[in-house]
């Protein structure tokens, strides 16, 4: 590309703000290659009686969803998601999964015709027509644009904190390979590009679910084979429920960052695992009615949601559909669990006689 | 077969503790199959002035190293190794690796010429005429023997409390499997009968080293994208290793029990982690000269040793001898930090331009 390219950030939670300092000091850094001004979309709201685009715009800081890391200058907060995405070359869609279809609708008309898309959602959009489908795909049909992603073992604060780990980035275009390196890597953010989309964006909402699983197992008190037993249940299930919702059985992908590696750190430090610990306990203190996600998210999130019982639910619905449930008794379980029709406490009795064992 | 198989235990430890109380009781479910007295081998030590194989046998409980857990009364020790295997049908290997070969020579007269061996033995041996073996390879050539493998997210004590798990079995006449299901698998140990014993075993005795990695990462205060990115960075290594010494590129095994289950539970609850997290103690504590394996064995595990470091120099031999020092920077730094040469600060340092990046 003979022109610099302009980057924007569609959304700037935890995981937003976090690639927010990486990609803006790395437009800075190949000022060759990028505008060093970009534009970040931030929903409105007004915290410590402030608009938080106001704070993030004069501390450099996002104060409610990633205090303490100061953001670069360059990476300039503003309320208007078409302001935000106009001129943009590289648009970076970094949203909660159930909004993502609305902020394109939004978008549509203004975005450039060749801008690329990067997804780092993990999750599902289940839509009325079609069943559940991939992020990627959504944003790329509704806006017209091709739409690589990045996945990865990347809890937020510890990339925020520049601590050591790698991504996968997938993109159909090999030729954007030079480009998506240039705007995410740095030496503690090392990333692998490869082609296979589909493949990595599914391992990255599959894995919210079975960290549920090793929440629920540490709940319970067991120890680590447990939990290692589930999680490689769960990989397995992950990779047969690849195959047959994508049709595609590239193993391989499950050996990168966005495979293994993702669903180990979920499994030890991710939020959904958080989920899992806290269902038990609440099924021990108040009974199964006690298990009640909305509630739990109050307690623990303050405003952000669990990714993980959503993902369940709509891998649950296509399994039912299409009368697979009995070979996916990990995701099954857990689904199951969320909605209060199996007790927690049942949870491993669900999986001693697993296909994988046969 | 028509005949009831006897099964003797070879070794005694904690893990030997553990699966002589599964096997001790699964011998009496399945007396049609085995005879039901199992003798186990124990090496003779005095423990608090009387004999170890007294107390075990009186009071059925291995007191020193697995204190707390009843054994089925059908366990007998014996302390003499030829008594212990002469008659049985099942041997099961559960030494450490360095008295493999030594014990196997002093049996070597006085087994039946049909028996099966089975290793639970992580570790590889190193032969000064043939560099490293499978533990499993010295076995079966040392008395002339069939050898199958047993390995998996198998912490000794969760075993023997009874937690969940699953393991994998590997053995090549597929003919064995009823058998070997029956001596091991119960509604808590989940058994998988594969083929691949190389493989198997490759990836028992490789996790202990990637354990000690993991340790590293814990005691530098490293969070768990860090974790999973030295879990997965170790599996790929352990992957291309296998498929360069064996000549077995089967990936399939790596998605075993025995492959990412084990590595995860290593990486979090092993007995190798707790040596990475204290020789990062040490060097804070004392400087590189407090980075003291033997001393450290003596601290924390009074008496028993830790298998990760020598395996990491069998691996390192084997690597130099073979010029591809460079292709395998985890196993490296691994090695080199436990031999003082790597300051165990500079450990993710190694792993930036990991080749996996490239």
Known sequence: MVERNRVA??????????????????????????????????????????????????????????PE???????IAVPDVVKACNDADILIFVLPHQFVKETCLKMKQFIKPNALGISLIKGFILTESDGIQLVSKVISETLGIETAVLMGANLATEVASEMFCETTIACENES?????????????FRCKVIKNVA???????????????????????????????????????????????????????????????????????????????AVVKSMKKRGIAGVDIRLLEK?????????????????????????????????????????????PRNFIDCLRDHPEHM
Chains 1, 2 share one sequence.
């Not at 891998?315 to 669990?337: G, T, W």
Request: net charge negative; glycine share 10%; with cysteine.
């Open 9 to 66: 950030l569609i959304g700037s939670g935890c995981w937003g703000s976090a690639i927010a300092k990486i990609v803006g000091n790395n437009v800075l850094a190949h000022d060759d290659m990028f505008e060093t001004e970009v534009f970040m979309y931030v929903y409105e709201e007004i915290v410590n009686g402030q608009k938080l685009t106001d704070i993030i715009n004069s501390e450099h800081e996002n104060v409610k969803y990633l």
């Open 299 to 343: 307690e623990i999130l303050r405003g952000q949601s669990f990714q993980g019982p959503l993902i369940a639910k709509e891998i649950y619905s296509y399994l039912k559909d299409n009368s697979m449930l009995e070979q996916f008794p990990l995701l099954v379980a857990i689904h199951r669990i969320c909605t209060r029709e199996v007790d």
């Open 69 to 75: 890391i100061k953001l670069p200058a360059n990476v």
């Open 176 to 188: 954007y390979k030079p480009l998506l390196t240039a705007l995410f890597e740095t030496s503690y």
């Open 199 to 277: 493949g990595v964006e599914a391992c990255g909402a599959l894995k919210n679910v079975v960290g549920i699983g090793a929440g629920i197992v540490d709940g319970l008190g067991y120890g680590d084979n447990t939990k290692a037993a589930v999680i490689r249940l769960g990989l397995m299930e992950m990779m047969k429920f690849t195959k047959v919702f994508l049709g595609n059985d590239d193993k391989s992908v499950f050996f990168e960052s966005c495979g293994v590696a993702d669903l180990v750190a979920t499994c030890h430090g991710g939020r959904n695992r958080l989920l899992g610990e």
